[in-house]
């Protein structure tokens, strides 16, 4: 079934309205009208199942036949992934990729070995990342879309670094901790209050600095190995993501 966003102001006694780019879409491409089922999030994880009637000039509205909770969310767990700007479209992919897997929100970052770097903060690439977490959002059921944030210094990164229950660096250099090594720890010394605010960074194509790493220490953040082999930017925030699924799955299941 087609799945659209809307806004929780497009939605009101047991009608919505959905009109723009995702109006043409649905008239246009999709060509559905009135009597199709849609299914409609509103962003704040509760979904909607919606009968369309028919279209008017420039927008189709619908009646709300079922209200139920979106699939695609957990209340256990908020991932933020600090990703260090990569060059090319690899950034496109780590979006897609890390919505796919359930990220809560993206912050993208330069650092001294970055090659990309993004100096205003209005590039329309960032408007273009923010499009591409909506359509992963859509095509995998997530009943929010993800914010793609302007990118940011580490600096300006660890200054929320308190807000993390707990915040992972995955360092290539780092050989004492395992990332499976601290979540069991962690999981066996806290009780936080769901969901568990969990922040990953991840450096760039360079990899980073001594002194960020140092930096990034200093504000709280734990590094850890993500095995013996080097990885890609593009694969290691990916890896860190598929293994707190798992870990998160497990935790539950042991409550």
């Given at each position: 079934m087609?799945?659209?966003?809307?806004?929780p102001?497009?939605?009101?006694?047991r009608?919505?309205?959905i009109a723009g780019?995702?109006?043409?879409?649905i008239t246009?491409?999709?060509?559905?009208g009135?009597?199709?089922?849609?299914?409609?999030?509103?962003?704040?994880?509760?979904?909607?199942l919606?009968?369309?009637e028919?279209?008017a000039?420039?927008?189709?509205?619908?009646?709300?036949?079922?209200?139920?909770?979106?699939?695609?969310?957990?209340?256990?767990?908020?991932?933020?992934?600090?990703?260090?700007?990569?060059?090319?479209?690899k950034?496109e992919?780590?979006?897609?990729k890390?919505?796919?897997?359930?990220?809560?929100?993206?912050?993208?970052?330069?650092?001294v070995?970055?090659?990309?770097?993004i100096?205003?903060?209005?590039d329309?690439?960032?408007?273009?990342?923010?499009?591409?977490?909506?359509?992963?959002?859509?095509?995998?059921?997530?009943?929010?879309?993800?914010?793609?944030?302007?990118?940011q210094?580490?600096?300006e990164i660890l200054?929320?670094?308190?807000?993390?229950?707990?915040?992972?660096?995955?360092?290539?250099?780092?050989?004492?901790?395992?990332?499976?090594?601290?979540?069991?720890?962690?999981?066996?010394?806290?009780?936080?209050?769901?969901?568990?605010?969990?922040?990953?960074?991840?450096?760039?194509?360079?990899?980073f600095?001594?002194?960020?790493?140092d930096q990034?220490?200093?504000?709280?953040?734990?590094s850890v190995?993500l095995?013996?082999?080097?990885?890609?930017?593009?694969?290691?925030?990916?890896?860190?993501?598929?293994?707190?699924?798992?870990?998160?799955?497990?935790?539950?299941?042991?409550?």
């Amino acid at each position: 079934m087609h799945r659209f966003f809307v806004q929780p102001g497009q939605i009101a006694d047991r009608q919505m309205i959905i009109a723009g780019e995702d109006f043409r879409h649905i008239t246009k491409v999709l060509r559905l009208g009135k009597g199709d089922l849609i299914e409609v999030c509103d962003g704040q994880g509760t979904d909607y199942l919606v009968a369309l009637e028919s279209p008017a000039s420039d927008s189709i509205s619908g009646s709300i036949r079922e209200t139920y909770p979106a699939q695609g969310e957990t209340a256990d767990m908020q991932i933020t992934l600090f990703q260090g700007l990569p060059k090319g479209t690899k950034m496109e992919v780590i979006i897609q990729k890390s919505v796919e897997l359930g990220v809560h929100q993206i912050v993208p970052f330069s650092s001294v070995r970055a090659v990309a770097q993004i100096k205003d903060k209005k590039d329309k690439k960032i408007e273009r990342w923010q499009r591409i977490a909506y359509e992963a959002a859509k095509q995998s059921k997530r009943g929010i879309v993800p914010a793609v944030k302007a990118p940011q210094s580490v600096k300006e990164i660890l200054a929320h670094a308190s807000d993390y229950d707990l915040l992972l660096l995955a360092y290539e250099d780092e050989s004492r901790q395992t990332l499976k090594g601290v979540l069991t720890q962690f999981a066996g010394e806290n009780v936080a209050a769901a969901p568990l605010q969990i922040g990953v960074i991840i450096g760039p194509e360079g990899g980073f600095d001594i002194t960020e790493v140092d930096q990034c220490q200093e504000a709280g953040a734990v590094s850890v190995s993500l095995g013996k082999r080097i990885l890609r930017t593009e694969t290691a925030g990916m890896v860190v993501l598929s293994q707190l699924n798992f870990w998160q799955e497990g935790m539950i299941n042991k409550r």
